[in-house]
């Protein structure tokens, strides 16, 4: 930790007076590398009343799935589909997702592909149980593992969890916790606490939209454009709480139909543009003002215009790409971003064996500069085979005082 913070602070102090007091006053990444490690036991400031439990009986109040939204789901994802043949291979799964694809998601693409609607609204509506899981958060049957742990393995998953929890508190102690409560869409489960339901990972997907929130304020109507976002749990906390932004999403075809499924029915009032074969192979500022949300194929990223986004996002999955599709997005993040890059991948290889990019391989950004680079907050050190690292980057040219 102590060569990354010293690597921070003297980019931070490189920088420009007002462009260094804007982005302390921005982002808690500063004070998670200008200060020592975090001693999360003793900064907790406010309690929570009543104990965590294990959650994985289903909840029928779960929202009725939209029949008419489901239908443009399935109208946009073929369109996606069929344009996705000629594109280039950068655009195409790499080697560990086309095999979850090809084997994990095949019944639900099938059924999709096919127009059989209901067999596709049941994998759908249970989405956080199935298969359709399986990459999204690492691994194979999430739900299934973590509901026959045994006593030794139930120990260990909560006692992760609740240190998870200690180190949200710690950044936010007087956000209410009925911010992490989540929308009982695809039969999520987790943990519970009075009445407030929370995955695995509300903890890291409501910070991480926190600070991103806290970038973007002082801008009307920020555009936040997120590169792979799973089934749309950082949009949701970005949105939930930050009307004013504009979310796009840029994924694989089955994910952006994913993401479509929840958003659309945890904001069933937004505005939400997705894909046609018939749309105009642009996107203009006014589009950026008028959506709540843009969900498109990762091969429309050519379609923004420039500068045109105040903050891109990527979460783990840049490290999970080809060579060839990373060169791809980093020659376009550098002409459509406006102001911050956000990322979180790799700094060493996996130690599980697995594919992945650490990003000192990365290609460099010609028109973005790191300003804050740090460990992962919320894995574990000693024992995660996945070893992360967050990064901040700013426009260049930004940086002028």
Known sequence: MGMVKNTAVTALNSLPGKIKNKILRASDLASLVLRDDLHVSSSIRQRERGEFEKWVEQDKRGVALNKEVLGRIVDSYISAKKEQIPVKEAYLPAETWARLLDENWRPFNDAISNRRIDEAADYLSGFF????????????????????????????????????????????????????????????????????????????????????????????????????????????????NNQDITYVGLDLP????????????????????????????????????????????????????????????????????????????????????????????LFTGRLDGHYGIPMQEFPELQNFRTVFEANNRWQDEIRSSYKTRENLLIRIDKLKP
């Open 254 to 345: 089955e994910n952006i139909a994913l993401q479509t499924y929840y958003l659309s029915h945890s904001f069933p009032e937004s505005r939400i543009l997705t894909f046609s074969g018939e749309m105009e192979k642009s996107i203009d500022l006014e589009t950026l003002k008028i959506y709540d949300f843009i969900l498109l194929p990762n091969f429309c990223i050519s379609w923004f215009p420039e500068e045109s986004v105040e903050v891109i996002v990527n979460i783990n999955s840049f490290s999970e790409m080809s060579m060839a599709t990373i060169v791809e997005y980093f020659k376009y993040i550098d002409v459509i971003g406006g102001l911050y890059l956000y990322h979180q991948n």
């Open 129 to 240: 149980r199935n298969e359709y899981l399986s990459g999204i958060w690492g691994g194979q049957d999430n739900f299934g593992h973590f509901k026959n742990l045994d006593a030794v393995g139930q120990a260990n998953n909560f006692a992760r969890f609740r240190q998870k929890h200690l180190t949200w508190r710690s950044f936010l102690p007087d956000t209410p916790l009925s911010e992490l409560d989540i929308p009982l869409i695809g039969q999520p489960w987790g943990y519970r606490i009075n009445e407030i339901n929370l995955h695995l990972l509300s903890h890291e997907y409501h910070y991480e939209a926190y600070n991103l929130a806290r970038l973007v304020k002082d801008h009307p109507r920020p555009v936040v454009l997120e590169i792979g976002g799973g089934f749309g749990g950082l949009a949701y906390y970005l949105k939930r």
